[in-house]
C-alpha cells in the first residue's frame, strides 16, 4: 500500500507531535509513504472564503502531483479532508477544472480529476482493514474510556465526503476506538466544530466551545478525547486550560490524536508518540493502560 503522504502543515507546525506518531504507525501498517514534496497547503478554509479560485487552484496542483505519482492521496488532517474534498467536488466540472488547469499549466501540471484524497481513518477502513490493525494490536486499551471528536470538516458537506457511497465514514471513529480496545463516550458535542476558526476574531466563544465539549465528555466518564484533526486538537488542548478558567471549572481532559491512540494499542511508548508534548497532562492516562502483550481482546 502506497500513498502520496499529504500531512499537511499544523502536524509539523503548531501539533509537531503527530507527524512522528504518524509516520511510526503506518511503519508498523506496512504503509509506504511518499512524501508529496512541495505541495501547498490547502487554504483550510480562510482562504476560500476570499478567493475560493485561488484556494481550488492550489489543491488542484496539489492533486496534478499525485495524479503524475499515479497515487492516492494521504491525509491525517480532517480540516485538509475536507477543504481537499470540497475543492475535488468542484473540479468534477469540466469547464472550472479546465479554467483551474490554465493556471496550472505555467507549472507544466495538468489535473485530470482522478484524485481521491483520503484521511488515515478511511484508509484504515476502506482499504487496509479493521480485522488487520486488529491482528497488530499488543497493548488493548481494556478500561480507557475515550469520546470521539470529528469537528466540522470529516462529517459535511455529505455529497463532498462521498457519505452516500462510503457510510461507514459517519462512525468510522467509533468504530475504530472499540478495534482498540477502549469504550466509546458519545456525546453530542462529536460533529461540532472546535472553535478553532473563531479563535482570533472571538476568543471568548471559542473557549466557550472548547469548554462545552470537552465539559460534556469529561461528565460523561470520557478518560481522554481523541480526534483525527491536528486544528481541533490544538484548541481542545492548548486552550483546555484557559476554556476551564472561563467557565470557572476544572476539566483536565487528555486531548489524543488518532495516530497516538493506535500507536499507544500496539505497545509504542508515550515518549515516541510525543505524549509528553501535550498541554493537558496524558499522565494520569497512561497510567491506566496494561503493559504491551498483557492480553488481547
Not at 501498517?29 to 490547502?42: F, K, N, P, R, V
Request: proline share 6%; hydrophobic share 40%.
Amino acid at each position: 500500500m502506497r500513498y502520496a503522504f499529504f500531512p499537511g502543515c499544523v502536524s509539523r507546525g503548531g501539533c509537531p507531535e503527530l507527524y512522528p506518531a504518524a509516520v511510526l504507525i503506518c511503519k508498523r501498517l506496512g504503509i509506504d509513504l511518499w512524501e508529496m514534496q512541495g505541495a501547498s497547503c490547502t487554504g483550510a478554509g480562510v482562504l476560500q472564503e476570499k478567493n475560493q479560485l485561488l484556494g481550488d487552484t492550489l489543491n488542484a496542483r496539489t492533486f496534478a502531483m499525485a495524479e503524475y505519482w499515479d497515487l492516492p492521496i494521504m491525509t491525517i488532517c480532517s480540516t485538509c479532508q475536507g477543504v481537499m474534498s470540497q475543492a475535488n467536488f468542484r473540479l468534477r466540472d469540466p469547464e472550472y477544472r479546465a479554467r483551474v488547469n490554465g493556471y496550472l499549466a505555467e507549472e507544466g501540471l495538468e489535473y485530470k480529476g482522478n484524485a481521491d484524497p483520503k484521511h488515515l481513518l478511511w484508509i484504515l477502513i476502506e482499504d487496509y482493514g479493521l480485522d488487520k490493525l486488529e491482528e497488530l494490536i499488543t497493548r488493548p486499551l481494556h478500561g480507557v474510556r475515550l469520546a470521539p471528536f470529528y469537528g466540522c470538516y470529516l462529517v459535511r458537506p455529505t455529497d463532498a465526503l462521498q457519505f452516500a457511497d462510503n457510510p461507514e465514514r459517519q462512525d468510522s471513529l467509533e468504530r475504530l476506538i472499540e478495534i482498540l480496545g477502549a469504550t466509546v463516550v458519545d456525546f453530542s458535542g462529536k460533529t461540532r466544530c472546535c472553535g478553532f476558526p473563531i479563535l482570533t476574531i472571538n476568543e471568548r466563544n471559542s473557549l466557550a466551545m472548547v469548554g462545552k465539549h470537552t465539559s460534556e465528555a469529561k461528565d460523561l466518564g470520557a478518560d481522554a478525547m481523541i480526534t483525527p484533526c491536528p486544528l481541533c486538537h490544538l484548541n481542545l488542548d492548548s486552550f483546555q486550560p484557559k476554556a476551564a478558567a472561563q467557565a470557572g471549572r476544572d476539566i483536565g481532559l487528555p486531548i489524543l490524536h488518532m495516530p497516538q491512540a493506535i500507536g499507544l494499542a500496539m505497545g509504542i511508548s508515550p515518549q515516541e508518540l510525543g505524549l509528553r508534548r501535550h498541554i493537558v497532562n496524558t499522565r494520569p492516562l497512561l497510567t491506566q493502560l496494561t503493559p504491551a502483550g498483557a492480553g488481547h481482546h
